[in-house]
């Protein structure tokens, strides 16, 4: 196996994943999984690509609870203290803008693609406090209308949102919260993150409601057999929407950045309108955006180095013996490739202590993007992994962006967050049929 039973048990200890449950996700079986952590034996190469492909899908989308990953880079000396946040100032929403509402709402990536598409944030869901606190720092005049889904409290909903019209409904339920559902019972503890999108799709009956996640959704079953995403077109159906599956990457709509997403667009069967697909790329090639365009202009800095004027642009300290590792490994390989064994890292995958390029899309931020030794996470040129600042540029957050928590926090929301770019190309598209819906009225 590329990555030793070790390495494979913490990875997936880091994102606080069972065995049976990791198992169950990478459609492997937990008898094998455990013989190949204890490194009693080792998995077929197509098995081993399932394995890493669902670790990688889970540490873009792992949201932690109480314990810091191993390796959080904020333990580092000189982490500087947290940013001081202020309210974001944004414009006002043109006059009739579409309403959105966003649960599992994160920092508001999606959210913002919708604003900049012209959309109105009326209001937001969203567990964790600090992404919570992000979200209301970006979007002042949103309703906060809940933290947890689960405890979802309609009468307060529906009067937190009296008079205001919803259009659209997004949000991206964490992956983890389909892998357990159960067949069709809705009130099956484990079923109800989506569940609860549906209920609010019920209350506020939007015009379309739209759904984020990892590629790895559309290979997930439930405990029945059956797949997670049929099941979730079809009780969009018995909701009374029509959704469309769409698979797309980032890079094709002007995204610095190769990330592969799913996104269920799911549009109002009262509305007599075609079902809405996302429509087709922007870049192609010859014209997508590169690590460079999104942070040639930023100040170069070392491990441990730190910006004069801007808080999240400060690299994390790295201990000198993987800087020996890396410092002369040219852009675009890993530490692993050295010849000399010496500079190896004695095991891993040898996507970790890789360098990006600087004139290709960024690799996939996830929410390990401080981590050297995660994949992919070596700056093309500095010995050191990416600044909080380097992965919102790539995430095609605005600069005035305004991040509120603890570093670790900070990277998980970023990691997490669908890109604004990518998002208001989705947006653009619902707010131009809405218009034409409204026109022939
Ligand atoms: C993939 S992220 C969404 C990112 C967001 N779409 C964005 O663009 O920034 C999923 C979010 O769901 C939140 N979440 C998880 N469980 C939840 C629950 N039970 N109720 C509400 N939010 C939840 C997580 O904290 C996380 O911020």
Redesign the pocket.
């Known amino acids: 196996m590329a990555i030793p039973g070790s390495e494979l048990r913490a990875r997936r200890l880091s994102v606080g994943i069972s065995q049976y449950r990791f198992a169950r996700l990478a459609g492997v079986s937990s008898a094998l999984l455990s013989s190949w952590e204890l490194e009693r034996s080792a998995p077929r190469a197509a098995s081993a690509r399932k394995v890493l492909t669902a670790l990688a899908e889970l540490e873009t989308?792992y949201?932690p609870v109480t314990k810091r990953p191993s390796g959080y880079a904020g333990r580092r000396r000189r982490m500087p203290a947290r940013p001081i946040v202020t309210v974001r100032s944004v414009d006002d929403p043109p006059v009739g803008a579409p309403g959105v509402l966003?649960?599992?709402?994160?920092?508001?990536?999606?959210?913002?693609g919708f604003r900049m598409a012209g959309c109105a944030i009326e209001g937001y869901?969203?567990?964790?406090p600090a992404?919570r606190a992000t979200f209301g720092r970006n979007f002042p005049q949103a309703r906060c209308v809940?933290?947890?889904?689960?405890e979802l409290d309609e009468d307060r909903v529906s009067s937190l949102l009296d008079g205001v019209q919803i259009d659209i409904l997004?949000?991206?339920?964490?992956c983890q919260?389909f892998s357990l559902a159960g067949k069709r019972d809705p009130n099956d503890p484990r079923n109800?993150?989506f569940t609860?999108l549906l209920r609010l799709a019920d209350l506020v009956r939007p015009s379309f409601v739209v759904m984020?996640?990892v590629r790895l959704l559309l290979s997930m079953k439930d405990p029945g057999g059956g797949l997670v995403i049929d099941r979730i077109v079809g009780e969009m159906s018995q909701h009374g929407y029509d959704a469309t599956v769409n698979v797309v990457n980032a890079q094709d709509y002007g995204v610095p950045q190769f990330r592969e997403r799913v996104f269920i667009v799911a549009t109002d069967a009262r509305l007599g309108i075609a079902p809405v697909r996302f429509p087709a790329p922007t870049h192609g090639t010859a014209t997508r955006r590169t690590f460079r365009d999104a942070t040639a202009d930023l100040a170069p800095l070392e491990s441990g180095q730190a910006s004069d004027g801007d808080p999240l642009h400060w690299a994390v300290e790295h201990p000198e013996h993987v800087l020996r590792w890396l410092r002369d490994v040219p852009e675009g390989m890993s530490a692993h490739d050295n010849d000399d064994p010496a500079l190896r890292p004695p095991s891993g995958y040898n996507t970790t202590y890789k360098r990006l390029r600087w004139d290709e899309p960024a690799s996939t931020i996830g929410t390990t993007f401080g981590m050297i030794s995660a994949s992919r996470n070596v700056h093309p040129t500095h010995t050191r992994s990416l600044t909080v600042r380097e992965a919102v540029r790539i995430q095609t957050f605005p600069d005035d962006y305004v991040f509120d928590g603890k570093w670790g926090a900070i990277r998980?929301?970023i990691g997490?967050?669908?890109p604004p770019a990518l998002?208001q190309v989705l947006a653009g598209h619902l707010v131009e049929i809405l218009r034409s819906s409204t026109d022939r009225e």
């Open positions: 989308t949201v966003t649960a599992f709402s994160g920092c508001g990536g999606m959210a913002e869901l969203e567990v964790v992404a809940g933290s947890d889904i689960r997004a949000g991206g339920p964490p919260g109800q993150l609860g984020e996640n998980t929301m997490n967050a669908v998002a």
